[in-house]
């Protein structure tokens, strides 16, 4: 009798709904990373990360930022020659990460998105200047400066708005995702 | 009380699934797991179980409602009493701060929160089979 | 007059209001209404599957169940907003469970998603029910010697739908064509432009914003033509980054294809929200500024 599943059993039941074939079908050909147009800003590659998690390294991978530099391009989905949904496993990977508070230290991704989940909360609707505080600070002086400065551009030329915007039945659209995450008392 | 009485976990997390898994087989029940809701669901229409002990996010994110929801479809699954266990304040909580968990709209028999104490859960599910037992009883 | 369902995006409402204006009138201007969506809400873009897919799913199924009230095809200017409606009308259709607890969260809002409307990108309006052979008979000033470098994107193409040519379509270059611009052969027309990375990881992303406009420069390009928000301002807003940082002299113009086939069409360019750029389109001022119909 298995005492403990191991990190890439975990995995694939994490990704058990994904379309495509499982990781485990990956041949390390290594075109998802040829085609990966952020891979050197990776600490490993796509490729590197599925191998990692054949190889149980749940560590090595949950401390990895690959998975938060993935822009969702799709070019390695539409590539893979073991037909993996690659793109989807890096998705699965930063909800696994977020919903276990355990990533790498001073990545600005898991702030960015919490934030941002929790402004459509409020208001039903995204707004730009309430995201600025997750990586403003994160930038130098300089570019902080640079930032700025075409933040004010773009308000001037009326691409700036101070105001976010309310959707009207915004207490139906709370109660709506209420009903898929059960929070909020009782019905 | 508990000989012969089969658990069902569906649950993501090995190490909690172990942890809890130990518990009731301290107690004498079977224990079986799935770790995701495609082989939970299986599982619970190939063998019903007495009693199902349900995550909630799991795969793709909150699985384990959309799951409970279909159970009480089934004429014959409806019948299984559902111990919901979510550690969901940790997971996803910022979405909803300082708000209750809450079962509410879906008929699960009890909701509690990770991290869940032995005696405690040993209690409840007792508690649920009995209740459940005596509900079977009647309609008989 | 053929109607859709119009669903703006967060984006078009005041950072690429230009987008939104240019949409409205050239396709006015060519016999469609675009109806916007009441009470939209936001599409979730990509920080939701970040925490939950079926919350992101439903997220874009209370816009689809809006739009299926009127019965009228759902339209998108967005390539995420695209690619987020399109992929969650289908996977509700390949999985009648999750449209069944998708519904059921519905009801708070007293919507119901049946899936009987098709979800498309604005450009496939002017391709697809427009048609370019229209197009260019309504182009009363082509852009004749104006090269524009397609910048298709990402999610516009991928994932794949329904085994389509994802490593070179040509529609973009067609529709072009039909306007009278000439398209450059443009190598990395399909390559990301960062996305959201802008923020998450700056250093990732201006390396991908130089490496298009590198491309778009040594193709002579006069303008890059954008079909999604999130594309442009990443081309656009921040040029003068990836000038600072790669110590480079781009200055290319960034435009909304809309805007382009707006000019084409001789409507007047501030409908068009022409003016509103951070690099001015230098070059298309003598196409804007023949008389307008």
């Known amino acids: 009798m298995e005492t403990s599943l191991t990190f890439s059993k975990e995995i694939a039941n994490l990704l058990y709904a994904q379309h495509g074939n499982p990781i485990k079908d990956c041949i390390q050909c290594g075109t998802c990373s040829g085609s990966c147009p952020a891979v050197e800003f990776m600490d490993h590659s796509p490729r590197q990360i599925i191998a990692m998690i054949g190889a149980d390294m749940k560590d090595e991978v949950?401390?990895?930022?690959?998975?938060?530099?993935?822009?969702?391009?799709?070019?390695?989905?539409?590539?893979?020659?073991?037909?993996?949904?690659?793109?989807?496993?890096?998705?699965?990977?930063?909800?696994?990460?977020?919903?276990?508070?355990?990533?790498?230290?001073?990545?600005?991704?898991?702030?960015?998105?919490?934030?941002?989940?929790?402004?459509?909360?409020?208001?039903?609707?995204?707004?730009e200047p309430v995201l600025a505080p997750t990586y403003i600070f994160k930038l130098d002086a300089k570019d902080m400066f640079q930032e700025a400065l075409m933040a004010t551009s773009l308000f001037f030329k009326g691409r700036m708005s101070l105001v976010p915007k309310k959707i009207k039945r915004l207490d139906n659209f709370r109660n709506i995702v209420k009903r898929i995450i059960p929070f909020g008392g009782t019905a | 009380m508990s000989e012969n009485k089969r658990l069902l976990i569906i649950d993501d997390d090995p190490d909690f699934v172990s942890g809890i898994r130990s518990i009731l087989e301290k107690a004498e029940y079977k224990v079986s797991v799935a770790y995701n809701p495609k082989e939970g669901f299986e599982a619970l229409e190939k063998d019903p179980p007495d009693l199902l002990l349900l995550d909630v996010m799991m795969g793709r994110g909150a699985e384990g409602i959309m799951l409970a929801r279909k159970l009480r479809k089934d004429p014959v699954l409806r019948e299984i009493p559902v111990l919901i266990i979510t550690g969901i304040r940790e997971q996803i909580a910022y979405l909803f701060p300082g708000e209750q968990v809450h079962p509410g709209f879906v008929a699960v028999d009890e909701l509690v929160e990770k991290p869940v104490d032995p005696k405690f859960l040993l209690e409840r599910v007792s508690a649920l089979l009995k209740a459940s037992e005596e509900r079977k009883q009647q309609t008989s | 007059m053929k109607k859709f369902a119009y669903y703006p995006g967060c984006s078009l409402e005041s950072l690429s209001l230009s987008y939104h204006q240019s949409a409205i009138e050239s396709t006015l201007a060519l016999d469609v209404e675009l109806n916007e969506i009441e009470d939209w809400n936001c599409c979730g873009a990509t920080a939701y599957f970040h925490a939950d897919e079926l919350l992101a799913h439903t997220l874009v199924a209370r816009n689809l169940a809006i739009a299926e009230k009127d019965g009228l095809d759902f339209v998108a200017p967005c390539s995420g907003c695209y690619k987020n409606a399109y992929f969650t009308n289908q996977q509700l259709h390949e999985e009648p469970d999750l449209a069944d607890h998708i519904n059921y969260a519905l009801e708070e809002d007293n919507l119901h998603l049946d899936g009987t409307i098709n979800v498309k990108h604005l450009i496939e309006v002017f391709i697809d029910d427009i048609g370019l052979e229209q197009l260019k008979s309504k182009s009363i000033h082509p852009l004749e010697g104006l090269r524009v470098a397609p910048y298709y994107g990402c999610q516009l193409v991928r994932p794949r739908k329904d085994g389509e040519n994802v490593e070179n379509p040509q529609f973009f270059e067609e529709l072009l064509s039909a306007i009278g611009a000439e398209p450059v052969d443009y190598g990395t027309k399909m390559r990301c432009c960062g996305g959201s990375l802008i923020m998450t990881n700056r250093e990732a992303a201006l390396d991908m914003v130089f490496q298009l406009l590198l491309d778009a420069a040594k193709q002579e390009t006069d303008v890059i033509a954008t079909i999604c928000p999130l594309c442009n301002v990443n081309l656009e807003a921040y040029q003068k980054q990836v000038n600072q940082e790669y110590k480079t002299e781009f200055k290319i113009p960034v435009m909304y294809f809309t805007q382009l086939v707006g000019i084409a069409l001789g409507i007047d360019p501030k409908k068009l929200g022409i003016g509103k750029e951070l690099i001015s389109s230098g070059e298309l001022e003598k196409f804007a500024s023949k008389e307008t119909g």
């Not at chain 1, 893979?80 to 690659?86: E, F, L, T």
């Not at chain 1, 793109?87 to 699965?92: D, E, L, Q, R």
């Not at chain 1, 909800?95 to 990533?103: A, I, L, S």
Request: some cysteine.
């Open chain 1, 62 to 127: 949950l401390t990895s930022n690959t998975y938060w530099s993935c822009a969702s391009c799709y070019q390695c989905n539409v590539r893979c020659p073991a037909g993996i949904d690659i793109a989807g496993m890096m998705y699965g990977l930063k909800r696994y990460t977020m919903w276990k508070d355990d990533y790498k230290e001073n990545l600005v991704g898991p702030h960015f998105a919490e934030s941002f989940m929790k402004m459509i909360m409020r208001t039903g609707r995204s707004f």
